[in-house]
């Protein structure tokens, strides 16, 4: 019994007896120093920090949109550092958060700016963008590998992630411009992580101008088979979607026309990273780039024809000022104040500055200059237009616009005074949609026409009776009717 107790006992402490005298390395005075490395010593490498030149800033002006409604995965104080670099440069700028507001919006815009979209472009608001770049106007798209949204699969359950990249390309694919659903990542060179890439080639452009190096964190690849990659990274800098180098994609690119320009990045517009590296002086170059649009003037841009504070308003002698005239004419300057213009009446044609002139066709001698740079004439009963070809004087209005050098001209023609306050009315709308339009004539409806045409005067049949004559025309007397006599 007492063996059975002492087995026991030793199958209890025998495990314990031989792990301390494996792990056993004499007394703690005796033990020697284990060799750690040299903490004090360490220290993290301190990116370079640029400060621009921010007090021979041109003065730009104009409206830059920042996209609200596309799912955007951002706050705006992210990137008070670009927002501020338009302010300083008397840039305004405004969220957009109504796609139905958009193309009006658009027409008084130097740029528009999307940042991380979650929801896809719709085939109308890409047009709308398309018809913008094209006229002139900037876009900007941010990407960043680092932002994601989360959806529920219906049946599972299970969490799915959605990056940003689908929903920029809806956008970008017309300018020939693709993020992909990757990132960029560099072991070798970077910023204190492997995935904060560092850039020195860049692709010429304003965008790139007096940069060296720059950074940027959680980039995905952008490409363009006709663009200019603006940001290249070394060949050590890969993809993670194939761990390859593509030496045709890059952190950024500008579309072939030079007015859109794609970012797989966006956090090196908010703070501190805005301040490493370069980034400041590309955050600046950005804010050039966005009001620095030169758009084309057109008719499509109404009301946001001028460009100076105060628009002339010359009113043809055949025009007298009675009280219905007054009126329209004050709606007008009403509509121009909510522009932020103010309406200056004169009584001599101008030869500079914006204007609007206000006649009847009669007149049209005074006007003949604009007429022929439109490519317009006027005759007795028709006005003859290249875009839309003939159309009836009676009961519509024509609107020139001129764009030039010392100022832009819209001239505003009807055929009766009453005509003439009609077409005012319309241009108080705010909008030509209900017209005819191209890029600088307009045809509006402004009343019932009383045109008739001298064919409707005569009858024309035919005849087939076989005798060699296949049509005649003939004025035939209207058939008297029978009258009823008392009799009956």
Not at 448 to 453: E, K, L, N
């Amino acid at each position: 019994m007492k063996r059975q107790y002492l087995i026991a006992i030793l199958a209890l402490l025998l495990p314990a007896l031989v792990r301390g005298l494996w792990f056993y390395h004499g007394l703690p005075s005796t033990r020697p120093e284990i060799s750690t490395p040299d903490y004090a010593s360490f220290t993290r490498p301190q990116v370079a920090v640029s400060t621009p030149d921010l007090e021979n800033v041109q003065e730009l002006g104009g409206t830059v949109l920042i996209d609200g409604y596309h799912g955007n995965q951002f706050m705006l104080n992210e990137i008070d550092s670009f927002t501020n670099a338009i302010r300083l440069r008397g840039g305004t700028v405004e969220t957009v958060t109504d796609s139905t507001a958009l193309e009006l919006q658009l027409k008084s815009a130097s740029a528009f700016v999307t940042i991380s979209p979650s929801v896809t472009f719709s085939p109308y608001e890409a047009l709308l963008l398309k018809k913008f770049a094209d006229r002139g106007g900037r876009i900007l798209v941010f990407a960043d590998a680092t932002r994601i949204s989360l959806y529920y699969d219906y049946i599972s359950g299970n969490p799915i992630a959605y990056g940003d990249a689908n929903a920029a390309n809806s956008l970008l694919k017309q300018f020939d411009i693709s993020i992909n659903s990757d990132y960029l990542y560099n072991t070798k060179k970077n910023e204190g992580n492997f995935r904060n890439v560092l850039f020195d080639k860049f692709g010429k452009s304003e965008l790139t101008f007096g940069l060296s190096e720059v950074a940027l964190y959680g980039t995905r690849s952008v490409e363009s088979t006709s663009g200019l990659v603006l940001l290249q990274g070394t060949s050590s800098t890969l993809s993670s979607s194939d761990d390859a180098h593509n030496p045709n994609a890059g952190g950024a690119v500008l579309s072939a026309d030079g007015n859109v320009a794609a970012f797989g990045d966006f956090t090196f517009l908010s703070t501190p990273y805005n301040t490493y590296t370069d980034n400041a002086t590309l955050i600046q170059n950005l804010a050039d780039f966005a009001l620095s649009s030169e758009r084309t003037p057109s008719l499509t841009l109404f009301p946001y024809l001028f460009t100076q504070q105060t628009v002339q308003v010359y009113l043809a002698p055949d025009i007298e000022k009675t009280p219905e005239v007054v009126t329209a004419l004050g709606s007008l300057q009403s509509a121009m104040s909510l522009l932020n213009l103010k309406v200056e009446f004169v009584d001599k044609l101008p030869s500079s500055g914006d204007t609007i002139i206000i006649g009847l066709f009669d007149s049209t001698d005074d006007f003949d200059v604009f007429l022929k740079r439109a490519d317009v004439e006027i005759n007795d009963q028709k006005i003859d237009t290249v875009t839309f070809g003939e159309v009836v004087k009676s009961g519509n209005g024509l609107v020139l616009f001129d764009a030039g050098k010392k100022g832009n001209t819209l001239v505003l023609l009807a055929n009766t005074t009453e005509d003439a306050i009609s077409l005012l009315g319309v241009m108080g709308y705010g909008t030509l949609d209900s017209c005819l339009m191209s890029d600088n004539v307009a045809v509006c409806s402004v009343g019932y026409s009383d045109y008739s045409s001298d064919a409707y005067s005569e009858d024309t049949y035919s005849d087939s009776s076989g005798t060699g004559d296949t049509t005649t025309t003939e004025t035939v007397e209207p058939t008297p009717e029978a009258q009823p006599t008392p009799s009956g």
